[in-house]
């Protein structure tokens, strides 16, 4: 299936709108999908539809909730997610805390129990949009863990993204680092199961533990694990990471004596800086162009892959899938339109929104 974004977008909202979100939700939340479809994050687009129409259907999401403010201290600021759809609920936290930093030229944030947030980037846009720096760390609750710990050989936690974002210049977009502390995002475990590929090496054990390139290790009992990246660093990042979300937020680590419902809950600790406050704006400028222009003249190894930098190849992806549409493997697609007719609208009428 191969489709414009503006179609997508369309189906994409009309599935939510089915399951019970108001239009401006359904709106938000499909097109923060398609921009990670866009973006050349297919493991975050429309094929989480599928997952979030079961959450729906299990009461694992709830649809037309707000953030609800937890505490209000100056420069920290704590949210509950309420199950809410994760970038609607994401989205009003960053909000409040990008009008804080403003004031306070710092602010801690923290967001408990969202529904899967999806891409990360997009909040980190959200700031370096402002002109502020972000961090964002993520954990994953409420279903098995899904990533083996360094020398360990089953999952005891999950794909815990971690998100950094600084503003651009007049030379340079934003620069964004977004990516999962595993090898890859789960969602791309489940693209290539649904394209029939097998994954790159040292990304997947079997039940044993012993390497595999086989992505159905992870949807057959007994569960295969996804491996960290960067072997003993990615994984120190990824407990950093679950602690600082999970414990930090109020929101749950995945640690056994919190619940699993089996749905996808994020929390997030974020940590936002005005640099106007620091050693200032021009200065931050003078040394991103100055330092970016550096690292990209390093002569490309491979002529036909120079150097990019963090939040490049998703901008590069952005342009050419604008002008040339979306492709979305048949396996996704069918389970899209399954999706659909399990909240109510009929397979053909969602065909026909992306005609
Ligand atoms: P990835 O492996 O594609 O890495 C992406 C990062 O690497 C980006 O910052 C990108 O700009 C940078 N990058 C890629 N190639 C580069 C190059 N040649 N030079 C310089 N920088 C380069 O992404 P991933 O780890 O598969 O994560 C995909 C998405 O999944 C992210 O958006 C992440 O937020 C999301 N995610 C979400 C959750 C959740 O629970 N909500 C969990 C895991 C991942």
């Known amino acids: 299936m191969h489709a414009s974004a503006d179609a997508l977008r369309r189906v994409a909202s009309a599935i939510l709108e089915s399951g019970g979100s108001a239009v401006a939700e359904a709106d938000l939340v499909a097109d923060h999908l398609v921009l990670a479809n866009l973006s050349g994050h297919d493991s975050h687009g429309v094929g989480m539809i599928p997952a979030y129409v079961r959450h729906l259907e299990a009461g694992l999401v709830a649809p037309n909730t707000r953030a609800k403010v937890v505490k209000?201290?100056?420069?920290?600021?704590?949210?509950?997610g309420g199950r809410g759809y994760g970038r609607v609920v994401a989205g009003e936290a960053m909000d409040a805390a990008i009008a804080r930093c403003r004031q306070t030229g710092v602010v801690a944030l923290t967001l408990a129990n969202a529904h899967h947030i999806g891409r990360v980037g997009a909040y980190g846009e959200l700031a370096s949009g402002a002109g502020l720096v972000s961090l964002h760390f993520v954990n994953v609750t409420d279903h098995r863990a899904l990533v083996a710990p360094f020398r360990g050989s089953d999952g005891r936690f999950s794909t815990n993204p971690?998100?950094?974002?600084?503003?651009?210049?007049?030379?340079h977009?934003?620069?964004?680092?977004d990516m999962a502390t595993s090898a890859i995002a789960m969602g791309k475990v489940r693209v290539a199961r649904n394209e029939g590929h097998l994954v790159a090496e040292g990304i997947l054990v079997d039940?044993?533990?012993?390497?595999?390139?086989?992505?159905?290790?992870?949807?057959?009992e007994p569960h295969g694990a996804l491996l960290t990246f960067g072997g003993h660093k990615g994984y120190?990042?990824?407990?950093i990471t679950e602690l600082l979300a999970g414990a930090l937020s109020g929101g749950p680590t995945i640690q056994p004596g919190n619940q699993r419902l089996g749905g996808v809950v994020n929390n997030m600790f974020a940590l936002l800086v005005d640099p106007s406050r620091l050693a200032g704006v021009d200065w931050l400028r003078r040394e991103i162009d100055g330092f970016v222009d550096y690292v990209k003249a390093s002569p490309p190894a491979d002529a036909a892959?120079?150097?990019?930098v963090p939040g490049e190849?998703?901008?590069?992806?952005?342009?050419?899938?604008?002008r040339e549409g979306i492709d979305v493997d048949a396996t996704t697609w069918d389970e899209v339109l399954q999706a659909a007719e399990t909240v109510g609208l009929a397979r053909a009428k969602a065909e026909a929104l992306v005609a």
């Open 207 to 220: 039940p044993q533990g012993q390497p595999t390139r086989d992505p159905n290790v992870m949807y057959q």
């Open 313 to 322: 190849p998703e901008r590069m992806a952005r342009a050419t899938r604008e």
């Open 173 to 177: 977009p934003p620069l964004l680092l």
């Open 162 to 171: 971690v998100c950094i974002a600084l503003p651009g210049t007049e030379r």
């Open 72 to 80: 209000d201290d100056g420069p920290m600021l704590m949210f509950d």
């Open 236 to 239: 120190a990042l990824a407990v």
């Open 305 to 308: 892959a120079p150097v990019l």
